[in-house]
Each structure stands twice: as structure tokens, then as C-alpha cells.
């Protein structure tokens, strides 16, 4: 039975608020880091005073208009999906929504400050591919739930049925952010930015830890019942 439009609606507005807020968080990690990096430690008058100026006044803004971005490039092509009546498993879906992967490439917080004719670059982008793709599958999932749903907690509770399966795929969501992080890491000649490419990746790393520690304790204490 197909499912009625008025209801993905309602469950896109719970994912769309969940996922706000999963941004939010991980810009506010960001953020303390940076902060705290200020606090101390050698150069901390040069170099660190020219990092938050630089985060303060372009990366943070570009950071979370390119997130919000992102966002809704997952969830409007899944809803195009499910509304045209399109599987994971038929064979043309993964073709469908990587048409879309040029508008999620572009706006990705790691691709954003990396140079394209970087030999590592092609790699990067293979991976966001892959977890944009990875996203737009379980978001499909989610928006495609019928039935009577109170809140975002309710709704991963039909979807996934266990706690374990839930965290699972938040692990595998997250990995794909640790991938990319980690061929930066192996060559930071890839970041397209103007100082301190190691204290940016250090806290580039804290921040993706933090982040993924925190979701996955969303997910235990969303449902431990």
C-alpha cells in the first residue's frame, strides 16, 4: 500500500529537525575546540589568534550554511525517491541519487577546504559519495514509515526495531565522515587553507570523536526502553 503523502511530510519535518540539531551539535564541538586550542600552547599569539579569525569570520559561516546545504540535498532526494515509488534494491536507484551527488560533494565540510587537483582528492570524493549515497538509503527508509508516530524517537523505533541496528547505522554513517578525515590526515598538503593545517586537523579529529560519541549516546538514551 502506498504510503500516504501527508505522512512523509510529517516524518520529513521529525528527520529535518533531528538532523538540525545533529548539525548544531557538531558546529558547536567545532567551535569549544577551537576555543580551547586559544587557551594556550606555543605560537598562541600568532598563529592561533589568525585560526580564530579565520573560523569566526569564513569558516564558521561557510560551515553551517554548507551543512544546512547537505541536509537538505539527503532529504529532498530521498523524498523524490519515495515519492516516485523508487527501492534501494531496484537497479537504477543508485544512479537516480547520485545525480544529486554534485550539490552534497561540494557542500561536504571536509571537501570544502581541500584542493581538487590534489592527488588524494578523488579519494575523498568516492567517499562522500558513498556516504551520501549510505544516507539517502536509510533516510528513505525513515520518510517511508506509515502509521501513528510521536516524535523523530518514535519513528527510528518502526524503522530500526532495536537499539543495536540504529547504532549500527549511525556507526556506519559516522565512519564514512572518519574515512575522509583520515586521507586528509595521511597528507595535509590536500587543505586549501591559509595556517596551522595541523592544529585545523586536530581539531577536525576532536571534533569528529566528540560528535560520534554524543550521537551514538543520543541513540542509547533515545532508546533505552
Known amino acids: 500500500m502506498p504510503i500516504d503523502r501527508t505522512l512523509i511530510e510529517r516524518n520529513y519535518r521529525l528527520i529535518e529537525e ?48 554548507a551543512t544546512i546545504k547537505q541536509l537538505y540535498v539527503v532529504l529532498n532526494t530521498a ?42 582528492f578523488r579519494r575523498l570524493i568516492e567517499n562522500v559519495k558513498e ?17 501513528d508516530i510521536n516524535g523523530y524517537t518514535d519513528l527510528c523505533r518502526k524503522a530500526y526495531k532495536t537499539r543495536e541496528a540504529m547504532r549500527e547505522t549511525m556507526i556506519t554513517q559516522m565512519d564514512f565522515i572518519g574515512r575522509g578525515i583520515s586521507i586528509v590526515e595521511s597528507d595535509q598538503s590536500i587543505l586549501d587553507v591559509p595556517v596551522a593545517r595541523s592544529l585545523i586537523m586536530r581539531v577536525l579529529r576532536n571534533g569528529y570523536e566528540q560528535t560520534r560519541a554524543q550521537f551514538l549516546r543520543d541513540i542509547d538514551n533515545d532508546l533505552q526502553t
Request: with cysteine; hydrophobic share 35%; glycine share 6%.
Open 131 to 147: 556516504g551520501f549515497l549510505f544516507q539517502v538509503k536509510h533516510t528513505w527508509m525513515l520518510l517511508g514509515i506509515n502509521g
Open 79 to 120: 523524498k523524490e525517491l519515495l515519492l516516485v515509488d523508487k527501492k534501494p534494491d531496484d537497479p537504477d536507484f543508485q544512479e537516480l541519487v547520485l545525480q544529486n551527488s554534485r550539490d552534497y560533494i561540494k557542500n561536504d565540510s571536509t571537501v570544502l577546504y581541500c584542493k581538487k587537483k590534489h592527488p588524494n
Open 18 to 65: 533531528r538532523m538540525k540539531i545533529q548539525a548544531d551539535i557538531s558546529l558547536r564541538f567545532g567551535e569549544q575546540l577551537i576555543d580551547e586550542e586559544f587557551k594556550g600552547g606555543l605560537s598562541s599569539l600568532v598563529v592561533r589568534p589568525t585560526v580564530k579569525l579565520f573560523y569566526s569570520f569564513y569558516a564558521k559561516k561557510n560551515l553551517k550554511e
